[in-house]
C-alpha cells in the first residue's frame, strides 16, 4: 500500500467531474470555483478529472470554468458509472499525481465512490461539506460538516494522510463564471478498469430542474399530499420549480431530486412557497439559504412558523383553489 | 445497525460547544430499519439467517433485542473502550473485520446513512475492506440465485444494477414500512435472547486501525449554525383574501 502519510509529497488540488445526460454537473463547476479560491491559497493548481465515453470536449469546458488541467479517462467501458470501474481508474489516478486535496460532488454516485476511494488510499474523507477552507496556520483543508439534522456543523480536518479528501453538498456553492478563452492543459488517462463485478442494466433518468439553483420553490408537505395536483398546477402558473418533503419522495410523488432537506438537496431560492410542512428541523435546513419563506399550514402552531416571514394558517385545500383562480384571472 | 439520539432531542451548548445529548431519546437509525425490514422480507422468501451486527457501547443492547423482536435471528455488539472516536475508516474496517469473522454471507445491508453523522461512507467502506460489490441508496433488492437485482436511486431516477453475492447493499429510508416487533418474541427477546459481544480483542483487529488512533479525521469545533431571521409575519384573512396577499408578496420577492 502507498504510503499516505508522506504528507509533503502531495501537491495541489484535485476535482472530481460528475457529468451526465452530455452535460457537466452543476456541483463539479461549484467545486471548480470553490477549487481555484483554495489554489491560490495555497499557491498552487487545480486538476480536474473526468471519467466516461467520448467526453473529451469536457475537457475544454472544465478549464473554461477553472481548471489548470483536466485528466480525461475515455472509454467504452466507463460510459456508465459502476463503483468498482470508476474506483480502480481513479485510485491509480490519485497515486499517480498525488493531490493533497480531492474533492467531489455529494451526489448519490460522488458519495458510492468516495467512499470506496477513501478506504483503499487509506485517507481520510469528510461528508457533505457545506463550508471548504484552508486554515491559515496549517494549510489545511478545513471543511464544515453538518450533522444532527443540519444546524449543527462539524469543522473537520484530516491533518496526517493524503489526498485531503471530501464530498461537496450541491448548491452551496456559486457557479464560476465561464470564460472561453481560458485554456487548460487536456491530458489522457490510461483507463484499466480492472474487475467490475456490478451491471447497470438499466438507467432511466430524467433532466429535471435543478432545484438547488431554481429562484422560486413551491415545496409540498404532508399537508398538501391530496391536493399535489394543485401544488404543481400552481407552482406552474407562477413559474415555479417543485419541491417536497421527506414523506412525499417516501410514497414516491417526486424523486428524491426533489426533496429539500438536510438529507435531500438546500434550495437557495429568492421565494420558497411551503405548503403543509410542519417545519422538522431536518426539513428547515434544507429551505436555509431561501431569501423569503411564505408558509401555509392549517396547525396555527406549527413550528414552521417561526421559519416563515410570512405565515398563513389556512386549510389548503381552500387557499389552493383561490390561488389559481386569482392568478388565472390577473 | 447503529443506535442514534433523536435529532430534535440534541442541544448545542453554546458555552461549551458540545453536544448535549442528556435529553435525548435513542432510537435505532431509521435506514437502519429499512435495512432490516429488507432483510426480513428476503428471509421470508429466500430463508436463511439474518444477524444483526452493531458496534458501540452497552446501552444500544435493548435496541439490538428490538431487532430481534422484529425477526432477526442473532445479534452481535462490537463494543470495547478501543472502537470510540471511530471516524468512517476504522468504523467500515472494525465492522467488515467482524463479518470476516461471522463468515459465510450472501449479503451485507447497512442503512444508507445514519442520522446523526450522515456520511453514508461506512457502507462502501465496508465493501471496499471486504472486496465485494457494492450498491448504494437501494430502494428494491430481488434474489435469484447467486445473483441480485437492485434498484438504486441516482440523480434524476434510477438504475437497475445486477451483482453476484456476495454484495453489499445499502438502503434508502422509506424504501419500505419496518415491522413492528412481534409480541410473543418481544418477551423473549428481551428475557431470554443472550446478544454476543466482541471485544478488539475478540477480533483480532490492528490496534492501529482502529477508534480515534484508526481515524484519519479529526473534528476541530462544532458550530451552531445561525437561524436565519424571519419575520413571522401572519398572513390573515378569507382564503382568497389570503391569496391576493401571497400573490403580492411573491412579486415583492422579484422586486415587482
Not at chain 1, 96 to 118: M, N, S, Y
Not at chain 1, 160 to 180: C, D, N
Not at chain 2, 121 to 143: F, H, K, M, R
Request: proline letters at 5%; one cysteine or more.
Amino acid at each position: 500500500m502507498q504510503d499516505t502519510t508522506q504528507v509533503s509529497e502531495f501537491k495541489g488540488i484535485m476535482v472530481y467531474l460528475e457529468h451526465s445526460a452530455g452535460q457537466l454537473e452543476s456541483v463539479s463547476l461549484e467545486i471548480l470555483g470553490k477549487a481555484r479560491e483554495l489554489a491560490e491559497r495555497l499557491a498552487t493548481d487545480v486538476t480536474g478529472v473526468i471519467l466516461g465515453y467520448d467526453i473529451r470536449e469536457f475537457g475544454e469546458e472544465a478549464a473554461q470554468f477553472g481548471a489548470d488541467r483536466v485528466l480525461v479517462a475515455d472509454s467504452p467501458s466507463l460510459a456508465q458509472y459502476t463503483t468498482e470501474a470508476f474506483c480502480n481508474v481513479l485510485a491509480e489516478v490519485v497515486r499517480d499525481r498525488k493531490p493533497e486535496i480531492f474533492l467531489l460532488g455529494a451526489t448519490h454516485d460522488g458519495r458510492d465512490l468516495a467512499g470506496r476511494l477513501a478506504v483503499r488510499l487509506n485517507t481520510g474523507l469528510t461528508a457533505h461539506a457545506v463550508q471548504v477552507d484552508i486554515e491559515p496556520e496549517t494549510n489545511l483543508l478545513v471543511c464544515g460538516v453538518p450533522g444532527f439534522g443540519g444546524s449543527i456543523v462539524a469543522r473537520c480536518k484530516c491533518p496526517r494522510s493524503r489526498p485531503q479528501m471530501a464530498t461537496v453538498r450541491p448548491g452551496i456553492f456559486p457557479v464560476p463564471e465561464r470564460r472561453p478563452q481560458r485554456k487548460g492543459a487536456i491530458e489522457t488517462v490510461q483507463v484499466n478498469t480492472g474487475q467490475v463485478r456490478t451491471k447497470v442494466v438499466e438507467r432511466s433518468v430524467k433532466a429535471g430542474v435543478d432545484i438547488a439553483r431554481a429562484e422560486i420553490v413551491v415545496i409540498a408537505g404532508r399537508g398538501a399530499v391530496t391536493y399535489f395536483d394543485s401544488v404543481r398546477k400552481f407552482a406552474d402558473s407562477i413559474g415555479s420549480a417543485i419541491g417536497v418533503t421527506r414523506p412525499l419522495a417516501d410514497r414516491e410523488l417526486m424523486p428524491r431530486d426533489y426533496q429539500v432537506g438536510s438529507t435531500g438537496i438546500a434550495v437557495t431560492p429568492k421565494l420558497a412557497i411551503v405548503l403543509g410542512a410542519s417545519g422538522a428541523a431536518h426539513f428547515v435546513s434544507g429551505i436555509r439559504g431561501a431569501k423569503t419563506v411564505i408558509s401555509v399550514n392549517k396547525d396555527p402552531d406549527a413550528d414552521i412558523n417561526a421559519d416563515a416571514d410570512y405565515f398563513v394558517v389556512e386549510d389548503i385545500g381552500r387557499l389552493l383553489p383561490a390561488l389559481l383562480s386569482k392568478l388565472e384571472g390577473k | 445497525m447503529k443506535v442514534v439520539p433523536k435529532t430534535e432531542d440534541v442541544r448545542f451548548d453554546q458555552q461549551t460547544r458540545t453536544l448535549d445529548r442528556s435529553g435525548a431519546e435513542n432510537e435505532i437509525n431509521q435506514p437502519d430499519k429499512s435495512a432490516l425490514e429488507m432483510a426480513l422480507q428476503l428471509k421470508e422468501g429466500h430463508g436463511g439467517d439474518v444477524v444483526l451486527l452493531s458496534m458501540g457501547p452497552s446501552f444500544f443492547e435493548p435496541y439490538l433485542r428490538l431487532g430481534i423482536a422484529m425477526g432477526a435471528d442473532n445479534a452481535i455488539l462490537l463494543s470495547d473502550r478501543a472502537f470510540a472516536g471511530a471516524d468512517t475508516y476504522p468504523t467500515s474496517y472494525t465492522i467488515a473485520t467482524a463479518i470476516r469473522k461471522i463468515g459465510n454471507f450472501d449479503l451485507v445491508l447497512c442503512g444508507e446513512e445514519s442520522s446523526d453523522a450522515s456520511t453514508g461512507q461506512v457502507p462502501p467502506g465496508i465493501a471496499e475492506w471486504l472486496d465485494i460489490p457494492q450498491v448504494t441508496y437501494l430502494s428494491q433488492l430481488n434474489i435469484e440465485g447467486s445473483m441480485a437485482r437492485a434498484k438504486r436511486t441516482v440523480k434524476g431516477g434510477y438504475e437497475i444494477v445486477e451483482a453476484p453475492l456476495p454484495l453489499l447493499a445499502s438502503v434508502e429510508l422509506g424504501c419500505n414500512s419496518p415491522r413492528f416487533p412481534d409480541f410473543r418474541r418481544k418477551r423473549w427477546a428481551e428475557k431470554e435472547f443472550k446478544i454476543t459481544v466482541w471485544t478488539a480483542a475478540d477480533m483480532g483487529v490492528n490496534p492501529d486501525k482502529i477508534g480515534s488512533k484508526g481515524s484519519h479525521t479529526t473534528v476541530d469545533e462544532l458550530v451552531e449554525l445561525p437561524r436565519p431571521s424571519r419575520r413571522m409575519q401572519r398572513i390573515t384573512g378569507s382564503p382568497e383574501e389570503e391569496a391576493v396577499l401571497i400573490v403580492q408578496k411573491i412579486k415583492e420577492a422579484f422586486g415587482s
